[in-house]
């Protein structure tokens, strides 16, 4: 439970930390820690330097920028949580991030570690697909952006390469035809999600004509329930798109669920999101 020795540097801006990162291979960012510390404990991360960002209160903000609402990364889960504008422009994701561990972890914890760690399990990684957002990293050579869809690539891994950081996060303001809901299946209260499922739809009429579904912990990233978002374009019944979410996931099997029960749990919840979703 004691982590490899490693170097520690305390970045003054993004631009120092950025530069920091590039002077070592296997250096890494430590923001809120509440996933790299406990990684590094098991040795499942060594890092031989840790540049510090969590002091860098200029990526601490959510803003309006025109028609979208934009997060620094550095941003914690409790302030996405308590935030006026996300409630009223992204209100799943103040709703998602009120759901994450408990309020120690909240404090600590920012959106950009969530994201950029990239664990299947997390919460917010499912809500950002779901509502099409971007992310904005920044490197040594300037900005690029990436769209959520084109960010998570395997458990752990992002787009993000070595000497890059994740400085701000991009989402849509959801209109007012748009519904949702973030269903978190756990074991025990405060616990990680068993699975999970994001819905954003966008009603007509009574009914809904889309919907973007995010899944969480049924694959080796966070994913979109592509199946089922093409029957609902296509007309199907919530109860007949539900039946599909869990096409084409592959979801692990632990100590709180098989692949197979995880499957069968994805289907419940996920009807029951999109149910939601239609009805708020
Ligand atoms: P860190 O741990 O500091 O960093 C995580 C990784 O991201 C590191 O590799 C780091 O180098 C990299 N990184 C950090 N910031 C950046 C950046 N700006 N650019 C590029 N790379 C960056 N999460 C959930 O979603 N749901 C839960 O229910 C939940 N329960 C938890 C319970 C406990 C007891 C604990 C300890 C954690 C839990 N978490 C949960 C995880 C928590 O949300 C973490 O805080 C989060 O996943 C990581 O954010 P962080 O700021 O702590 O990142």
Redesign the pocket.
């Known amino acids: 439970m004691i982590p490899a020795t490693f170097d520690y540097e305390v970045a003054e801006s993004p631009e120092h930390a950025i530069a920091l990162l590039g002077d070592q291979e296997e250096a890494?960012?430590?923001?809120?820690?509440?996933?790299?510390?406990?990684?590094m404990k098991i040795r499942l991360?060594r890092?031989s330097l840790l540049v510090d960002?969590?002091r860098l209160t200029e990526?601490s903000y959510i803003r309006e920028d025109g028609d979208r609402i934009a997060i620094g990364?550095?941003t914690?889960?409790r302030d996405l949580h308590e935030d006026d504008l996300l409630k009223e422009h992204c209100p799943i994701v103040a709703y998602a991030a009120g759901?994450?561990?408990?309020p120690?972890?909240?404090h600590?914890?920012?959106i950009?570690?969530?994201l950029?760690?990239g664990?299947p399990?997390?919460?917010?990684p499912a809500v950002i697909l779901a509502l099409d957002g971007e992310l904005v990293?920044r490197g040594a050579d300037g900005e690029r952006t990436i769209p959520a869809g084109e960010f998570f690539e395997g458990v752990?891994q992002t787009a993000?390469a070595p000497a890059?950081?994740?400085?701000e996060v991009r989402l849509p303001k959801l209109g007012s035809q748009a519904g949702w809901s973030y269903l978190?299946l756990?074991r025990r209260a405060?616990?990680?999600?068993t699975v999970a499922v994001a819905a954003v739809v966008q009603r007509s009429n009574g009914s809904i004509g889309q919907a973007s579904i995010g899944l969480t912990n049924m694959g080796a990233t966070s994913l979109r329930a592509a199946t089922a978002e093409d029957a609902i374009a296509g007309g199907a019944a919530i109860e007949e798109a539900a039946a599909l979410i869990a096409q084409g996931t592959d979801p692990p099997s632990d100590q709180l669920a098989s692949a197979d029960f995880r499957r069968h749990l994805i289907g419940v919840i996920g009807r029951r999101a999109l149910e939601e979703a239609a009805s708020r």
Do not use: C, N, Y
């Open positions: 890494k960012l430590l923001a809120g820690g509440h996933s790299l510390l406990p990684a991360a890092p960002v969590g990526l990364a550095l914690r889960h759901l994450i561990g408990d120690q972890v909240r600590r914890g920012t950009g570690g969530t950029a760690h664990d399990a997390s919460d917010l990293v752990f993000i890059e950081m994740l400085v978190k756990t405060q616990d990680w999600a």
